[in-house]
């Protein structure tokens, strides 16, 4: 019988470290994915007070913080080998639980979201968590020096924790030459992440090739004339068109979900998408035609070849007044169309951010392959923040000029934006 229901968003490696601790004990738990918006109703807070995944709903507990999770599971048999038959085991398997997360967990946190749009980037702050997670990985290549485990000669709870805790690091910035500099935690890791139990649960794990990055804002513009403004949009392009390295960055922001936590999920179906009628409009043709062309000759090709195998969404996000300063506003939508990899073939945005700091909006427009809001995008694991409002075709012709004004980034109040391509 399962121990509960764990609670978080898909690939979570913190849901691993739970379960894969269930698994050493032959024990296991059920999962159920759960929108980041209902972790703030009245009724998850009283239960779940941080308003944070993962937790665990069971008739016996109600848990939150994923390591009293893994403990749950690592002690629900007597004497499990997993924490220790000593005193003195014990007390070292609670020190690296601790230490995963003190000196980890928090710091890789700080570290990994703010590249990835999830959190507002603060060089001083994102530096300050470099060291201090630099200075524990340094502390941990010592200890494993010459061992292969961190307590005893088997996985105890402390291995669990540890390496759940390295994976945000491991596939979004560890890159090789950093790697190559805590050469026993690289080969620790990568010895246990191999291991059949924490395979099940991690899913294959790919080393970080392109560390993310932060990709510095550029500079508020003062309202400009049109030629100004163009010229801006290019220079976006080009940072998106060489657009590798955004590329790889947004999938190694979506592989961290994709390949993170829950049992390792069969090999994704084709989209559905690539089941509908054709269309005279060829995704990739429409974004050639957007890079290479002002416009002014872009969109009158757009409005030619759209036919109803594509739709137009009006998106807008959701939490306007909460935004501050422009440059942030514009990481969140970099956050997003990190996350909206999946949808890559299917879809071209332009949002942009209207106004001043601390008094600006997200809006922007989406063309998007069939009549519906796909799953590639609804998955997003930000969707809900955004509304995304389709546009009739029978309103298309008194939208255009508004359509035109965002794709050419001509919106009265525009300081900044970013193109989905
Ligand atoms: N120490 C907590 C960290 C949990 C945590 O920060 N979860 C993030 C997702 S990875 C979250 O729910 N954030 C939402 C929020 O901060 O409102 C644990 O190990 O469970």
């Not at 019988?1 to 978080?8: D, Q």
């Not at 470290?17 to 209902?38: C, G, H, R, S, V």
């Not at 084709?270 to 043709?285: R, T, V, Y």
Request: charged fraction near 25%; include cysteine; hydrophobic fraction near 35%.
């Amino acid at each position: 019988m399962a121990l509960g229901v764990l609670k978080s968003y898909p690939n979570n490696p913190d849901v691993a470290k739970a379960q894969i601790a269930a698994a050493y004990n032959d024990l296991e738990f059920d999962f159920e994915a759960l929108p980041m918006d209902q972790t703030k109703t009245p009724e998850y807070l009283a239960k779940f007070p941080m308003g944070k995944v993962p937790v665990l709903s069971s008739p016996t507990v109600d848990l939150f913080e994923s390591s009293a999770i893994g403990y749950y599971a690592a002690s629900a048999k007597d004497n499990s080998p997993l924490l220790g038959l000593t005193h003195a085991d014990k007390a070292l398997i609670m020190q690296w639980v601790m230490f995963a997360q003190a000196e980890l967990s928090n710091h890789i946190r700080e570290w990994v979201a703010p590249l990835r749009g999830v959190h507002p980037y603060l060089k001083p702050a994102v530096d300050t968590a470099i060291e201090r997670v630099k200075r524990a990985l340094g502390a941990l290549n010592s200890a494993l020096q010459t061992k292969t485990y961190l307590v005893g000669e088997s996985v105890t709870y402390a291995d669990i924790c540890i390496v759940t805790t390295l994976v945000r690091l491991y596939t979004n910035v560890l890159d090789k030459p950093l790697r190559d500099q805590y050469k026993n935690v690289t080969r620790y890791y990568t010895t246990l992440i191999n291991k059949d139990k924490f395979k099940k649960y991690l899913g294959d794990l790919p080393l970080c090739e392109t560390p993310l990055k932060y990709m510095p804002p550029k500079k508020e513009k003062k309202p400009a004339a049109a030629a100004e403004k163009k010229k801006q949009k290019q220079k976006q392009q080009q940072s998106d068109a060489p657009k590798q390295k955004d590329k790889e960055e947004a999938a190694a922001a979506s592989k961290e979900e994709e390949k993170e936590g829950q049992p390792k999920p069969a090999p994704k179906p084709k989209s559905a998408l690539d089941s509908l009628p054709p269309s005279k409009l060829k995704m990739d043709d429409w974004k050639r035609m957007y890079s290479n062309n002002d416009t002014a000759i872009a969109m009158p090709w757009l409005w030619e070849h759209l036919d109803d195998g594509y739709s137009l969404w009006r998106v807008d996000y959701k939490y306007n007044d909460e935004l501050t300063l422009v440059f942030m506003s514009n990481n969140l939508i970099g956050g997003f169309f990190a996350r909206l990899e999946r949808a890559r073939k299917y879809a071209f945005g332009s949002m942009i951010v209207t106004g001043t700091n601390n008094n600006n909006a997200i809006s922007g427009y989406f063309l998007i392959r069939g009549q519906e809001v796909p799953e590639e995008v609804y998955d997003a694991a930000d969707f809900d923040s955004y509304t995304f409002t389709k546009v009739d075709p029978s309103q298309y012709d008194e939208k255009k000029d508004e359509i035109f004004k965002y794709m050419a980034w001509e919106v009265d109040g525009f300081a900044d934006g970013k193109i989905f391509k």
